[in-house]
């Protein structure tokens, strides 16, 4: 069983960074992918980025935006996103997810963590 903790979201300003983590314990965590979605009120999840392994993934609209990363450490994993020139529309929660399978489809993913807030003020 794998727990995903996220924390750094808040209220901020447009153009404003934030960076998002997620610490990730139980199990053999270091064998699954990390990723981030997010979701805004009234809206369906969506992928926004994944690492896997030393390649890396992100949804269109925030390419050249957001960078995710992954450290490693002996019994816990933290995935991390970067996020830089935000806009009104980045608003949502945010969710961390952790995926043995290749594929970040909404409906694949093993395991979910609790989301963190993230809103932008235009």
Request: glycine fraction near 10%; aromatic fraction near 10%; include cysteine.
């Amino acid at each position: 069983q794998v727990q995903l903790v996220e924390s750094g979201g808040g209220l901020v300003q447009a153009g404003d960074s934030l960076r998002l983590s997620c610490a990730a314990s139980g199990g053999r965590v270091s064998k699954y992918h990390m990723g981030w979605f997010r979701q805004a009120p009234g809206k369906e999840r969506e992928f926004v980025a994944a690492v896997k392994g030393r390649l890396t993934l992100y949804e269109d609209s925030v390419k050249g935006r957001f960078t995710i990363s992954r450290d490693y450490s002996e019994n816990e994993n933290t995935v991390y996103l970067q996020m830089n020139s935000l806009k009104p529309e980045d608003t949502a929660t945010y969710y961390c997810a952790a995926n043995q399978g290749a594929s970040f489809a909404v409906d694949t993913i093993d395991y979910w963590g609790k989301g963190t807030l993230v809103t932008v003020s235009s």
